[in-house]
């Protein structure tokens, strides 16, 4: 991948960058993201000055930097190292070289996630196609690149309010990932996760109880009860036990998945908000008003701090908390941020999305009874 010279300064310069990169993986693997982040950035400006602004080590390294913006959950910046190096991947995407067709798969999936996490659907539908389309042409319809893609799309499908497209996606990936690895793999049970989530999305909440209680067996089964993606898994079991108003079993498994990820992310992670906006409704339908609004309140200052001021998720934790005001009858409170919610999720959400529609018949109720 580095472009040989012929001074011996180019090479050293080469073999300097190189170096760098290793050094960088290796602390990003090890936790020190600091240090990571500095070795990336003196990596990406010699292998810029010596294969060029567009060579595929230059991809790889931007890539790498944009993990750690996302992982720190500064989402713009994490797009624009993503989209310059999936500027760099369609340059690459025609090559025989297998390295550098799982760059351009790596490259396209982390930029559209990183879309999808922003609420921009649309954008990320279109690069999660695109990976769809390249792992289709070059490993085959029934490949793993090719389920990967598929379980891609359906997690937007889900977050998108596209439900029908979601469960097509998720059943096509896990017929494949079955085929390969069977059916009790850990990714196998992390598809089984997903159609709880999907089921959860929908509002069929008993539906989805098996796949999530799936999920946990199959992943303690391979890393131990305290791993972060089992964490994940406790999370999304207990959103679905919410539904179903079994609020008792619930908030233990919530209790647990925040002190796993806290641990894990630190306290200013997007997925505690998620966490701890979960943990403020329970307390809510428990009737602990005072704890739901404070757990509401940290989720709600997270989530300002990673999204722009028009993002979904801000919205969603507006809404639920003035709920929460008018189960107390601070009804201006509620007023005013059911407003704001509503304004941020028609602009960013389709008209029948549920997140949407909750919302609307919220303000429609608060407004029969003012």
């Known amino acids: 991948m580095v472009t040989a010279t012929n001074t011996a300064f180019a090479i050293d310069q080469s073999e300097l960058a190189v170096s760098l990169h290793e050094k960088a993986v290796q602390a990003y693997q090890e936790g020190r993201e600091a240090e990571a982040e500095t070795w990336l950035r003196s990596a990406l400006a010699l292998f810029e000055a010596d294969d060029g602004v567009d060579s595929p080590d230059v991809a790889a390294v931007l890539n790498d930097l944009g993990e750690i913006a996302e992982d720190r959950c500064d989402y713009e910046l994490a797009a624009e ?6 500027e760099i991947a369609e340059t690459l995407c025609d090559s ?9 798969l790596r490259t396209w999936n982390s930029l559209a996630q990183v879309y999808r996490t922003q609420g921009r659907h649309s954008q990320a539908k279109q690069i999660y196609g695109r990976a769809l389309d390249f792992a289709e042409r070059i490993y085959g319809v029934e490949s793993i690149e090719v389920a ?6 359906g997690m937007l499908g889900k977050f998108a309010g596209w439900f029908d497209e979601a469960e097509k996606s998720y059943r096509r990936s896990l017929a494949i990932v079955e085929k390969h690895f069977g059916v009790d793999s850990p990714r196998a049970a992390s598809l089984y996760h997903n159609f709880g989530g999907l089921a959860h999305a929908r509002g069929r909440f008993a539906e989805g109880e098996p796949f999530a209680r799936k999920a946990i067996e199959l992943r303690q089964r391979k890393v131990g009860p305290d791993h972060p993606a089992v964490a994940h898994d406790m999370a999304a079991l207990a959103a679905l036990l919410d539904g179903q108003g079994k609020y008792d079993e619930s908030e233990p498994l919530y209790a647990r998945a925040l002190e796993i990820l806290t641990a894990e ?3 200013e992670h997007y997925e505690i908000a998620v966490n701890l906006n979960n943990l403020a409704a ?12 404070e757990f509401y309140r940290r989720a709600l200052a997270i989530k300002e701090k990673i999204f722009a001021a028009d993002n979904a998720e801000i919205a969603l934790t507006l809404n639920n908390l003035a709920v929460l005001y008018q189960a107390q009858e601070r009804n201006d409170e509620a007023a005013s941020l059911l407003r704001r919610a509503m304004a941020i999720f028609e602009r960013a959400l389709s008209d029948d999305h549920p997140h949407l529609v909750a919302c609307r018949e919220n303000l429609a109720d608060f407004d029969k009874r003012r």
């Open 81 to 86: 190292r993503f989209r310059r190096a999936a």
């Open 96 to 104: 025989d070289d297998e390295d550098l067709r799982q760059l351009c």
């Open 148 to 153: 990967d893609a598929l379980n891609n799309l």
């Open 265 to 267: 992310l630190g306290e």
């Open 282 to 293: 329970v307390y809510q339908a428990k009737g602990q008003f005072a704890r739901s609004e």
